[in-house]
């Protein structure tokens, strides 16, 4: 059964920076594109960034863009999200998410192509 468990959420001041952490089990990570999205209070849960199953791609939100960057340890079965210049939109429950296809050529830039949600870690940007 794949589990997936993020890690590294908390409060934060606009400007700031935090890294998020998704811990992988059940699935053979070094197969899959993996995914970070949020969901803000109200509002749908939207894609932020994707990395390829290699590790040699990556997609990101334009609103993200050159601030956020994503990475994969497979050694680990962990991906990464360090977000710099943190913005008050950003604040969101923030998931990882698995590609529900294997070695995929491209990393996924939709919910509709990924899987195996994980419970989700909160990222409160205080203004």
């Known amino acids: 059964q794949v589990q997936l468990v993020e890690s590294g959420g908390g409060l934060v001041q606009t400007g700031g920076s935090l890294r998020l952490s998704c811990a992988a089990s059940?699935?053979?990570?070094?197969?899959?594109?993996m995914g970070w999205f949020r969901q803000a209070p109200g509002r749908e849960r939207e894609f932020v960034a994707s990395?390829?199953?290699?590790?040699?791609?990556?997609n990101y939100a334009d609103s993200v863009q050159a601030r956020f960057t994503i990475s994969k340890d497979v050694a680990k079965d962990t991906v990464y999200l360090e977000m710099d210049i943190l913005k008050p939109e950003a604040t969101a429950f923030h998931y990882c998410?698995?590609?529900?296809?294997?070695?995929?050529?491209?990393?996924?830039?939709?919910?509709?192509?990924?899987?195996?949600w994980g419970q989700g870690t909160q990222v409160p940007v205080s203004s």
């Open positions: 998410a698995r590609d529900l296809q294997r070695l995929r050529g491209y990393p996924p830039v939709s919910a509709q192509e990924v899987d195996s």
């Open positions: 059940g699935l053979t990570f070094s197969e899959r594109a």
């Open positions: 990395i390829s199953w290699g590790g040699d791609k990556t």
